[in-house]
């Protein structure tokens, strides 16, 4: 059951922290010649890809279903 965490105290993720965590992996995947490194960092930073962009979408909808004026 999803709950709504906005007044506890908890800070919201944005598109920008997944996006420059998955430049983050993407660094770390350039920079190790371990296979099972790179398959890990890659998973990793496409995982946090599709995130920003499903977070990217869900922010588009809720600005376009928002009352103009605002």
Do not use: F, N
Request: hydrophobic share 35%; no cysteine.
């Amino acid at each position: 059951m999803a709950r709504d965490i906005r007044g506890m105290g908890v800070p919201q993720i944005t598109v920008s922290y997944l996006r420059s965590q998955a430049a983050r992996y993407r660094q770390l995947m350039a920079s190790t010649d371990d296979p099972r490194h790179v398959k890990r960092y890659r998973e990793r930073s496409q995982l946090l890809d599709e995130e920003a962009e499903l977070l990217e979408r869900q922010l588009s909808a809720s600005h376009a279903a928002s009352p103009q004026g605002r």
